[in-house]
């Protein structure tokens, strides 16, 4: 066993993993596993650059987290950092910050590693499964892109696209610095035109149609499912590998568009973060479902982080 701890800063959560992997076995033994929303790519595909109280609200995150990995001994730490932090002008800020409170530097990926890591993380329990066919493609719905993987037990294919919840909530809800509430038709329209033009780009390098089983990755995907389950708090061993149809999805996704924000932020599930960005991130799930002919996806509550754990466990 050796003992690890991950972190995945995307563009609007920042995430610990913190796990003993036993490479002989293939387990992966969860120690602490945590998420805050600290929204780090807020205004980045406006400005370009991330803004210093987004950057407090990161640093606060990983002083949290430096003191959970140091009380339990983790014996290597990587720290990976998606969308926002590519996009950014200053993330040299960003990159100083981590080292001097968590003593290592944040690996800025690119798309292709992300996917990589994604696909390991939410596939390795899914290898040995009679009950679902592949290739799988493992979609992981962020806040400023998505990731697009193809594989069987190893990658075939993989494409980044700019598309997340965040990144087309501020691009096409945000009206005189305010999210409409609800959005209009013609914002819809706007979010579905943008996703159709990435999931072309994706299928430039991914054949989407080909997949036999969706996985669906992140927190607008289990936000979804969540709601789909009925679940009265978030119960993410009920959300793990639960399989949710596509007309629930379209169900759900036309329910969020439709509510208000207060009516987002009275879903028992919903959290406080998410209330603002799961109506794009739920148009994006549903647009992808779409286009690849998914009859259902496939939820996994592992993911990018678990890949980046078993990055260390070799």
Known sequence: MKRVAAIDCGTNSIRLLVADADPATGELKDLDRRMQIVRLGQGVDRTGRLAPEALERTFAACREYAAVIKGLGAEQVRFVATSASRDAENRDDFVRGVVDILGVEPEVITGDQ??????????????????????????????????????????????????GCVRMTERHLVHEGEISDPPSPGQIAAIKADVAAALDRAEETVPLREAATLVGLAGSVTTVAAIALGLNQYDSEAIHHSRIPLAKVREITDRLVSSTHAERAAIPVMHPGRVDVIAAGALVLLSIMERVGAGEVVVSEHDILDGIAWSLAG
């Open 114 to 163: 992300e996917a990589e890591f994604s696909f390991n993380g939410a596939t390795k329990e899914l290898t040995d499964r009679a009950d679902l066919e592949r290739p799988f493609l493992v979609v992981d719905i962020g806040g400023g892109s998505t990731e697009f993987v193809l594989g069987d037990a190893s990658v075939r294919a993989a494409r980044s696209v700019d598309v």
